[in-house]
């Protein structure tokens, strides 16, 4: 996933890891880049679930995520899509 700083990027402060249970830091899969991973621009879209959606958006928040797309409905359950500190597009569902 592109990043704009590798080093901000291994820390438990970013919004991909918001709704982790687990307490260890993210290491790999970053790459700096300006580039940004958004639908817009033809990247997959990540879905992460959760049992809990509004706590997760709540913690995606607290993270520093930007909410671009709040809690929908669509078939299969409901979800929201947010952007990571870097630009990154991810989306959280539940059922």
Not at 61 to 87: K, L, Q, T
């Amino acid at each position: 996933m592109p990043v704009t700083s590798i080093e901000g990027s291994t820390k438990r402060t970013s919004a991909i890891n918001a709704f982790s249970r687990c307490s260890r830091t993210s290491d790999g899969g970053f790459y700096r880049s300006e580039s940004r991973s958004t639908v817009e621009n033809g990247s997959t879209l990540i879905v992460f679930y959760t049992s809990d959606l509004e706590l997760t958006l709540s913690k995606v928040v607290a993270a520093a995520g930007e909410i671009s797309r709040d809690i929908f409905s669509f078939p299969g359950g409901r979800r929201f899509h947010y952007n990571d500190p870097h630009g990154n597009e991810l989306a959280v569902w539940s059922e």
